[in-house]
């Protein structure tokens, strides 16, 4: 079992930056990729960006490129979403969760193929 815990979430201006963590309270934590998924209000859950195991390969959506980036410190058992230049429609609460096989170089953002949850952070972009 692993247990995931999102925070960094907050109140951001337009255009400001914000980065969030996910703490994995688990020894193979290193073994997993990682993906970032959100749900905005009267909206289904969409995913954001992820990273295969070792990291060296990410995923990203076309509406957070170029202003997102994820990365993991397997040191800390933490994975990280840098948020960039954000907009009012990042307004979601923000999930991370892992994949459920291990050892995957690559991801996608299928939710499928990801479980144990956290249970979200809240970003708020308002000016």
């Known amino acids: 079992q692993l247990h995931l815990v999102e925070s960094g979430g907050g109140l951001v201006q337009p255009g400001g930056s914000l980065r969030l963590s996910c703490v994995v309270s688990?020894?193979?934590?290193?073994?997993?990729?990682i993906g970032w998924f959100r749900q905005a209000p009267g909206k289904e859950r969409e995913g954001v960006a992820c990273?295969?195991?070792?990291?060296?390969?990410?995923s990203y959506v076309d509406f957070v490129k170029g202003r997102f980036t994820v990365s993991r410190d397997n040191a800390k058992n933490t994975a990280y979403l840098q948020m960039n230049n954000l907009k009012p429609e990042d307004t979601a609460i923000y999930y991370c969760?892992?994949?459920?096989?291990?050892?995957?170089?690559?991801?996608?953002?299928?939710?499928?193929?990801?479980?144990?949850w956290g249970q979200g952070t809240q970003v708020t972009v308002s000016s």
């Open positions: 990273m295969g195991y070792s990291g060296s390969r990410t």
């Open positions: 969760a892992r994949r459920v096989r291990r050892y995957e170089i690559g991801c996608d953002v299928d939710p499928d193929r990801y479980i144990d």
């Open positions: 688990e020894f193979t934590f290193d073994s997993y990729g």
